[in-house]
């Protein structure tokens, strides 16, 4: 290859190798890159903009399960017994919570950003606070670094530079066409306004269908209008009848159903895009086991992907404290054990037996991380006591040996001819 290179007049370019080559000139002139995000530029609203989605109650509800899947997962250092992973693993478990919360909002909105403040604990530096920014505040770049504008202006048009140690980033799908990631919620900004209106289109609805409009063709329709008034009918048309026949009668609802059919659409589809498929969208009455596990199995693969998610953000966290306090950092790991207690302890009880013919055994860490238990629950097996073999010794004393207290008696000789 370096002979054909060199025959070819070509020599690679340390610096050309080095650089990003496949750029947007246009772009390179603009300082802020605008939201690419097309759904947003059609509704004609900010990205931040979308927190009034979880106005609604269905996508609240939607949002509350996802995220309450990742927070209930467990989480770990490795190696978790050393003493960088005990010391991390103190420093970041009271805000292990926060974290993983704030991160699950870059799946619904494209990014997060995450402030760290920092404080001295005993053996090293902690964590004081962290703490949740807003995202109308920060710009990811294509180079995945991030910029700061402050509200009042003082970071000019270019914006200010994000410290990585102090700044945490989490982005969702972000491309060079889209550093900001895909936003879950731009996709329902539509269905949900749908939804709001057909709620204000049933309410009216019902205020003008909820008491019976009675249309009269009478003879005298005044005296039939104050009749009806009289028996607390608040809508009457009437008019004099052509005829002199008089006909009564009442108008109703001709469609009934359709907010029915049309809120039940748009829950689906919110229901679909946060939750995946559920039991309650799709199947109905119909439904079966086998059907059941398989949408829960979807929702699974949900919870998967956010939990590498919120990995990688927890991993950018033990490296900057890592860092910080001069420490080789250990490895963020989410726990991905739900429902597979079972199946695991099937196969543990198989191997056992192999183990201990090999010369080895489970340790309790072993117990503890992958079957949830906590240190207090299990308790070490005791030794069992050893047999005693005293009701075989030939050497004890038989019961006739033994006087009325219990002593053993003297031995006795027997005559014999050498007595004589």
């Not at 870059?106 to 920014?133: C, H, N, Q, T, W």
């Amino acid at each position: 290859m370096a002979n054909n290179i060199e025959t070819l007049g070509m020599k690679p370019q340390r610096r050309l190798l080095q650089s990003e080559v496949a750029v947007s000139r246009l772009m390179s002139f603009i300082t802020t890159i605008p939201d690419p995000d097309e759904m947003l530029s059609k509704a004609g609203i900010k990205r931040y903009q979308l927190r009034q989605l979880e106005l609604d109650d269905e996508v609240l509800q939607a949002i509350d399960t996802r995220r309450e899947a990742v927070v209930a997962t467990p989480w770990r250092l490795e190696p978790n017994q050393s003493r960088v992973g005990k010391f991390l693993t103190n420093v970041i478990e009271p805000h292990i919570e926060d974290l993983k919360r704030g991160v699950l909002d870059a799946r619904f909105y494209g990014y997060s950003v995450f402030e760290i403040i920092y404080k001295p604990v005993e053996k090293g530096i902690g964590i004081d606070r962290l703490m949740l920014k807003p995202i109308e505040w920060f710009a990811p770049q294509r180079d995945g670094t991030l910029k700061y504008f402050p509200d009042d202006g003082s970071g000019g048009t270019d914006g200010l530079d994000c410290d990585p140690l102090k700044f945490l980033l989490s982005r969702c799908n972000a491309s060079y066409r889209n550093p900001y990631g895909e936003a879950l919620l731009s996709r329902l900004w539509f269905p949900v306004t749908w939804r709001r209106e057909g709620w204000q289109m049933w309410l009216s609805f019902l205020e003008t269908f909820g008491e019976p409009i009675i249309l009269g063709q009478v003879r005298n329709y005044q005296d039939f209008v104050e009749a009806m008034v009289a028996q607390g009918v608040r809508s009457t048309v009437a008019w004099e009848s052509v005829d002199g026949e008089d006909k009564v009668q009442p108008i109703t609802a001709s469609t009934p159903g359709e907010f029915d059919r049309l809120e039940a659409a748009i829950l689906r589809r919110i229901q679909k895009l946060i939750l995946g498929q559920t039991l309650t969208s799709d199947v109905g009455s119909n439904g079966s086991y086998a059907v059941a596990a398989i949408h829960n199995e979807v929702r699974n693969d949900k919870r998967r992907a956010d939990m590498r998610m919120v990995q990688s953000t927890g991993q950018q966290l033990v490296n900057n404290l890592a860092m910080i306090n001069g420490l080789e950092p250990p490895k963020f790991i989410m726990a991905d054990d739900s429902g597979l207690e079972m199946s695991r302890a099937q196969r543990d009880s198989v191997l056992m037996p192999v183990l201990a013919a090999s010369g080895f055994k489970l340790s309790r860490n072993y117990f503890e991380t992958k079957f949830d238990y906590d240190n207090d629950d299990i308790e070490d097996k005791e030794a069992d006591p050893p047999v005693n073999d005293s009701m075989n010794d030939k050497t004890m004393p038989e019961k006739d040996e033994l006087d009325d207290e219990g002593t053993l008696k003297e031995p006795t000789r027997e005559r014999s001819v050498v007595d004589d």
